[in-house]
């Protein structure tokens, strides 16, 4: 069983679409979880962070964790052309632990 | 305040040359990390370095090397490359490594014909 599942997409919305983006994990000593942004050519970017099971909102995104079903998502509200990149779910177990990736899910959004 | 910076972006090699690449951390950050991505395995961890010092090593042949200076300056070497060493190399920065938030730089691509 892999420690992390990510479908790798592609996905393609229209502009203004909600978007949902989801990593299964099988390590329960993930403790923490992030969801990094990587536009083409760049390296990722930070997007959100939690060690919380619930939600938590930032702006136009909202991560998701449910620790009991080891699943995360990422929903992205009213997405644009610009949210248009590759993104990877991580998990960490704290600590200087490495940080675990998934292999990125990468999103188109279609003016 | 600058980012992490990698140096240099994009590299040409040849099997069985070496290569040594180079990452800045953000200025105050003493833990830099080094991550190997390509198509087929995703982001996946070489090693970290604190203090001059590697805390952390991830499953990778002894070909990959690194170290780090008292500038918390970061260099990786790969010798002897092989065709499958071709990847983006992406180095992280935080200030302790005991964060959850690493800041990545740009990559160093590597081409090995």
């Known amino acids: 069983q892999k420690e992390v599942e990510q479908d790798p997409g592609p996905l393609s919305v229209p502009e203004g679409a909600i978007v949902s983006l989801n990593c299964t994990y099988s390590n329960s000593a993930f403790q923490y979880f992030m969801w990094y942004r990587q536009y083409s050519r760049k390296g990722p970017e930070l997007l959100m962070y939690?060690?919380?099971?619930g939600n938590k909102e930032d702006g136009r995104f909202t991560a998701q964790v449910d620790k009991s079903s080891k699943y995360i998502s990422l929903f992205i509200r009213d997405s644009q052309p610009s949210d248009s990149a590759t993104y990877l779910c991580?998990?960490?177990?704290?600590?200087?632990?490495?940080?675990?990736f998934g292999k990125g899910t990468k999103l188109t959004v279609n003016p | 305040k600058a980012g992490v910076t990698q140096t240099p972006r994009y590299l040409i090699k040849t099997r069985g040359q070496q290569v040594t690449l180079s990452c800045s951390p953000i200025?105050?950050?003493?833990?830099v990390s080094w991550y190997q991505q390509t198509p087929g395995q995703g982001l996946q961890f070489l090693f970290e370095y604190f203090s001059e010092t590697q805390r952390n090593k991830g499953n990778f042949p002894g070909r990959f090397s690194g170290r780090q200076f008292s500038n918390s300056r970061s260099e990786m070497n790969v010798s002897t490359l092989e065709l499958g060493d071709s990847a983006l190399y992406l180095c992280?920065?935080?200030?302790?490594?005991?964060?959850?938030?690493?800041?990545f730089g740009p990559g160093t691509r590597l081409l090995v014909l």
């Open positions: 939690t060690y919380s099971s």
């Open positions: 992280a920065s935080s200030r302790t490594g005991r964060e959850e938030t690493q800041y």
């Open positions: 200025s105050g950050h003493r833990s």
């Open positions: 991580a998990f960490t177990q704290g600590g200087s632990e490495k940080l675990v």
